[in-house]
Each structure stands twice: as C-alpha cells, then as structure tokens.
T-cell receptor, first 116, second 110 residues
Framework: GAVVSQHPSRVICKSGTSVKIECRSL??????MFWYRQFPKKSLMLMAT?????????EQGVEKDKFLINHASLTLSTLTVTSAHPEDSSFYIC????????????FGNGTRLTVT | RKEVEQDPGPFNVPEGATVAFNCTYS??????FFWYRQDCRKEPKLLMS???SGNEDGRFTAQLNRASQYISLLIRDSKLSDSATYLC???????????FGQGTELSVKP
C-alpha cells in the first residue's frame, strides 16, 4: 500500500528557533499533500494544502508566514515552523493521496513538537 | 455547526460486545467517506471506506445514508485490540480536503 514517511518523529526545541518537518511519499507520486495539527484529545485540524510546484493554500486562521510550506517535488513536502513558541507545541501530521481526488489519505507517522 | 460531528464517547464495552458509532456531516455535496482509527499518540490509519450501498469488512460494517447525511460504523464481537479512537472523515466538496470528526473513543475491557 501507499507509504508516507515523515521526519523527524519527535523534536524538542527552544522558543524562537525554527523547525523543519519533512514529508515524503515513498512509493507513489503525490501532487497534493496536506498538513494537519492535533492537540491532545482533539481532532485533526487541517492547516494547509500543499500543491506541487505552486503555493500552498492555508486554512483560515493559520499564519502562512509562520508555517512555511514547500512542495518542490512530487514526493516531498516540508513544513517549517518559524520562530516557534510553546503554544506551537503539538502533533503535526502530513498526509498525501495518490492522484485520484477521492482516494483516502495516507498519513505520515507524525512529528511531536515540543517548544520549551 | 461543525462540518463533521461525532459522539466523543468514551464508549466502554466488554469484550464480545457490539458497538455502533454515528457521524453526521453538514455538506450535502460531500462525495466520499471514510472511517479511520487512531491509537494513542499515533497517526490515523484507514479502517475502511464507506460506500453508498454499505460495506462490510470482517467484524466491521459501515453504512451511509445520504438523505440524512449520516454515517455509521458497527463493530461486532469487540476485541481488546479494538480500543482506539475512531474518526469519521468526509471528503469536502471543495478541493478534495478531508474533514475529520473529533473522534469517538472506544475502550474494550476484558
């Protein structure tokens, strides 16, 4: 089945630093990848839709200058949390679908970010 | 109103029980529907897609009622390993985004 790899799985950083999270589709090409965030005991909240070769589409309330998304190839999207603060601590999960628009999402294993 | 709503639970059931989860969605133009399972501190994993005619996969049965904008998941003969959070997911009509319900927590006890 389709595999999505996300790295790192866990990161602890100091307030004010930037953190880059990578999401790769390993055995399929993903024109679209999605970035979600999940707080404890809460549902996944879509942050942005990453489109290969074009600008990401951000959901309402998500700061595009803080959460930089780059989707430079059909197999790689990156999310950079800039100038991280403790309130950015969360579980970040990327996902991708194969070219069919109605196919289910395949998720990366997530990145648990802790900002101290 | 949330786009996708679920009963958050938790549902505490004994092994062998049958349990049903319900989900409603607000966008009548939604086209595809899924149930995902999420274990604690892990990523969601696809459990099954939901088809208009209803579908079954072993102990799991999914139903869709488009008129009522309602999706259900039935788990028969619950196992301890079924303990997890079950997420109802709807493909938004706009751009293919998947919208997640808040999840229903299931705890199966011996």
């Amino acid at each position: 089945g389709a595999v999505v790899s996300q790295h790192p799985s866990r990161v602890i950083c100091k307030s004010g630093t930037s953190v880059k999270i990578e999401c790769r589709s390993l055995d399929f090409q993903a024109t679209t990848m999605f970035w979600y965030r999940q707080f404890p005991k809460k549902s996944l909240m879509l942050m942005a839709t990453s489109n290969e070769g074009s600008k990401a589409t951000y959901e309402q309330g998500v700061e595009k200058d803080k959460f930089l998304i780059n989707h430079a190839s059909l197999t790689l999207s990156t999310l950079t949390v800039t100038s991280a603060h403790p309130e950015d601590s969360s579980f970040y999960i990327c996902s991708a679908r194969t070219l069919r628009g109605d196919s289910p999402l395949h998720f990366g294993n997530g990145t648990r970010l802790t900002v101290t | 109103r949330k786009e996708v709503e679920q009963d958050p639970g938790p549902f505490n059931v004994p092994e062998g029980a049958t349990v049903a989860f319900n989900c409603t969605y607000s966008n009548s133009a939604s086209q595809s529907f899924f149930w995902y399972r999420q274990d604690c501190r892990k990523e969601p994993k696809l459990l099954m897609s939901v088809y208009s005619s209803g579908n079954e996969d072993g102990r799991f049965t999914a139903q869709l009622n488009r008129a009522s904008q309602y999706i259900s998941l039935l788990i028969r003969d619950s196992k301890l390993s079924d303990s997890a959070t079950y997420l109802c997911v709807v493909n938004s009509a706009q751009g293919g985004k998947l919208i997640f319900g808040q999840g229903t927590e299931l705890s199966v006890k011996p």
